[in-house]
């Protein structure tokens, strides 16, 4: 589910109107430059006890950008192949990943994961994500890019707690959010097929609750793995009521 997250959290900053998701060139280097980040930190796919070591060296998305420019410096052979196309793959992550780009600030202070496991060792009780998602009519790649995170470090945590016996309630506000856009859409299906692996029950909730029954083919992995639907609205005075349901 890691490297599910990532690809499509690579999709969401290299789209655009013309490009959906990265290209097929695209593609093929992120995995180059993965498996080379792989290697570097003796992370195995298939030997889960190797899987740690991302968190203890630091597997990020700069670490990412930093290991593809420098496999264009350092490796002939990649810089030679892909050529140009290279430099436009890293035109489109520069804005982001370089100390001079100009979103370059959202990710100098990477989520702990490991805080978040102490916190939840601890008892600390309910972990919430504040997106603070602004009201937009289709989700901008910030607001898509806050939905793959969140939900993917949902699905750490829910991994977490399994390996504790715990059982563990996610909450997924905003269904109608990853709706609007594949990259996160992939994300929500996975969360509702593979939750309950994870000794978990998933709650999905939307204010637009027509999608659920309008008949689009994005929702059907969601919908064939609902069992039970509630509809409803809250009348004046139903909040004060919330705290206690």
Known sequence: ESITSTIQFFHTLCSSAYEPQMSS???AMFSLVHSALRKKFGIVASDSSTWKNSQIYGFSYIGFYNMLLSMRDNDASFRDRY???LERFIDKLRVYFDE???YH???LNPISVNKIYEAIDNDAGMIVFDLNIPEEETPSKDT??????ASHLTSLILAHNKKLKKFTVAYVEELNRFLQNPHALVIASSMATGNRKKNACSF???NTPYT???GDKNLETIKENMNYTLFGKFVNGDE???DKI
């Open 25 to 27: 060139d695209e593609i």
């Open 105 to 107: 600030s959202r990710f």
């Open 212 to 214: 659920l029954i309008s």
């Open 204 to 206: 999905f909730m939307t």
């Open 100 to 102: 001079d780009g100009i």
């Open 240 to 242: 004060k009521y919330i």
């Open 144 to 149: 898509v890019i806050k939905l793959i995170t």
């Open 83 to 85: 050529n140009e196309k």
